[in-house]
Structures are given as structure tokens and as C-alpha cells.
């Protein structure tokens, strides 16, 4: 499980969009559990939307919500007798759900094409039909992205869903509902309807949305109160003077492409990597900037120097990480 947790780890498109990676997306993964558990894969269930190679099993989840599933699923797993109220519970805390706004929708298909990178490699065609959506998607205005209805998102991830399946399969045939998606996206029409998608998905949804509308327009009516930067970028004085050259001459890549380059682990000298963030720690920047949930803290001084170890390649060469 260390080994597969590493490897998606380092291996994602999207430097952006870090998948949750929870345990019952490793025993997915270890198990090769691409089809969950709908006998019908072809009108798959609401209620097993989340098994299986699926967009909504890498749902935005926070550092604790993770722990929270975690926690559970070893709990079942050590277990000597497990309830269904107890298989009900933990599939509570998985419910398929659609993204609100339009960031957190972008985020969703970003993170499950980087699963797809991460499994299967650049090479996979389902990877490039989930890049093909994403690119597509980011071409229309963020005002138009907002204005997207529940059912249309609902849509779009539902369809993706059964792609999944056919693709779970080993069947390369492109789904019609899915090459008429892709088009209709291409030629910037906003409305994607699929009329299989559960409505249960789609009222749960629009609740959340209207929840989470009703909690904007209170806060607005609130007076503006002055809120402080409380997550800035940190660099050790040392990684700064080490690495800022190397940075420039490799054309700032990310920090996955530098932890590739180099063949290592950072959990290795900050292995508290669910509420320290680690780009920051060794690069000093961080491209969530303040949506960032994880702390930006300045390393130690001997945490610094194992960095500067770690990072001796690409120190030395640079340019060689752009020949991949």
C-alpha cells in the first residue's frame, strides 16, 4: 500500500489538483477493483457511484474527513463482526455529491485525471479522453463555468462514470453520450443533459448548493472585515540560496516533476505531510496560495541540509529534468 500511496503521490498531470488518497481507494487500486460492485455496469447505482475506478472516489475531501474514512475502514477491516449499519455508515462518509462551484468542479476532474496518469500512464486513452474534457471545460469563462447548472456537472461526471466502466472493461469503443459531451463542450454549449443521471444526485446536490449560496450571501450582507494573510510562502535561507538558481536554468517545474527527477520520497524528512506542506517547505511556493489547507512552515536547519542532499541532482543538473 506504501508503494502504490508513493507512486500517486509523485505521479499526477495536475500539480494542483493532489488526490485524497484514502484507504479504500488503495485496496481499489491493490485489488483492481476497476468496476465496483453494480452487477449492471451499464446503469450503474447511485449507491456504488464511489467503488471502483470512478470520478466521485476522489471527491474533495480535507486532511481530517480522510483520516476520519481511514480510521473507519481499518476499524472495519480489524473488526471480528461488522454490521451493515457499520458498511452504511462508511459508505455515508463516500456519498457522491457535485461540486458546488465551478473551482471545486475544475478540481474533481483534474484529480481523476491524475489518477488516470498515475495508473495507467500518459499513454492511456481514457487519461487523454479525461484531459480532452478538462482542456475543454477550461476554454469556456469563468463567469459561464459558475453559471452551470447542477444537472449539467451531474451529467458530465455521470457520463465520465460510464466511461469508466466500458474502459474497466478493456473495451476501447468511446461511449456516444461521451464523443457528443466532448463536442457539445468544444463548441461552448454549457448544457450537457444525460437523461440516466439519478435524480437523487441531483437533489442532494442543488441542497448542498443552495446551502452553501444562502451562507455567501450572509456573509456579503456582513460588514467587510480586513482578513490577514495567514498562510505565506516560507523558504529556508539556505534552500533559497541553493535552489533559486537550479529553478530558473530547469524553467520552474513542479515540484512532482523535481521529486521524479530525483527518485525520492520527501515524506522522507517531512513525514507529517497531511498538515505541512511540503512544496512549500522545500521550494517556497505553493500553488494553492491561500486555499492551501496545510501549514507553511519555514524547515530546520538540519531538515534543510537533508534537503540539499536530496535535491543534489537536480542541483547539479538542472536543465537534464526538461529531457525527462
Known amino acids: 500500500m506504501r508503494l502504490i500511496r508513493k507512486h500517486i503521490m509523485l505521479h499526477q498531470k495536475y500539480d494542483d489538483a493532489e488526490i485524497p488518497i484514502t484507504a479504500t481507494l488503495l485496496k481499489n487500486i491493490n485489488k483492481r477493483n476497476w468496476l465496483g460492485k453494480d452487477g449492471n455496469i451499464k446503469r450503474p447505482s447511485l449507491l456504488n457511484a464511489s467503488e471502483g475506478l470512478s470520478p466521485f472516489i476522489v471527491l474533495d475531501l480535507d486532511e481530517d474527513e480522510v483520516t476520519r474514512i481511514n480510521d473507519t475502514e481499518d476499524a472495519l477491516t480489524r473488526a471480528s463482526t461488522v454490521t451493515m449499519q457499520d458498511i452504511t455508515n462508511l459508505k455515508k462518509r463516500m456519498t457522491p455529491k457535485i461540486p458546488a462551484t465551478a473551482n471545486d468542479f475544475m478540481l474533481l476532474l483534474k484529480r481523476f485525471a491524475n489518477l488516470l496518469f498515475a495508473l495507467f500512464s500518459e499513454d492511456c486513452p481514457f487519461y487523454k479522453c479525461a484531459v480532452k474534457i478538462v482542456e475543454a471545460l477550461k476554454e469556456f469563462s469563468r463567469v459561464v463555468r459558475e453559471a452551470m447548472s447542477t444537472i449539467t456537472k451531474a451529467s458530465i461526471l455521470w457520463i465520465i462514470l460510464l466511461q469508466s466502466h466500458t474502459f474497466a472493461l478493456g473495451d ?104 505541512w506542506c511540503t512544496p512549500n517547505a522545500f521550494f517556497g511556493r505553493c500553488y494553492l496560495g491561500e486555499k492551501c489547507k496545510r501549514q507553511h512552515k519555514v524547515v530546520t536547519d538540519a531538515q534543510a541540509e537533508k534537503i540539499v542532499t536530496m535535491l543534489d541532482k537536480f542541483i547539479q543538473k538542472p536543465e537534464e529534468i526538461k529531457k525527462g
Open 172 to 275: 476501447d469503443v468511446i461511449l456516444a453520450e461521451f464523443t457528443a459531451m466532448h463536442v457539445n463542450l468544444v463548441s461552448k454549449q454549457g448544457n450537457i443533459y444525460h437523461a440516466e443521471v439519478p435524480q437523487a444526485l441531483i437533489a442532494t446536490s442543488s441542497l448542498t448548493s443552495q446551502k452553501r449560496k444562502q451562507k455567501t450571501q450572509d456573509t456579503e450582507d456582513k460588514p467587510e472585515a480586513k482578513k490577514p494573510r495567514h498562510n505565506p510562502n516560507n523558504w529556508h535561507p539556505t534552500l533559497k540560496a541553493k535552489l533559486s538558481g537550479p529553478m530558473a536554468k530547469a524553467g520552474f517545474p513542479n515540484f512532482t516533476q523535481i521529486m521524479q527527477y530525483v527518485d525520492k520520497d520527501p515524506q522522507e524528512i517531512i513525514s507529517d505531510k497531511s498538515s
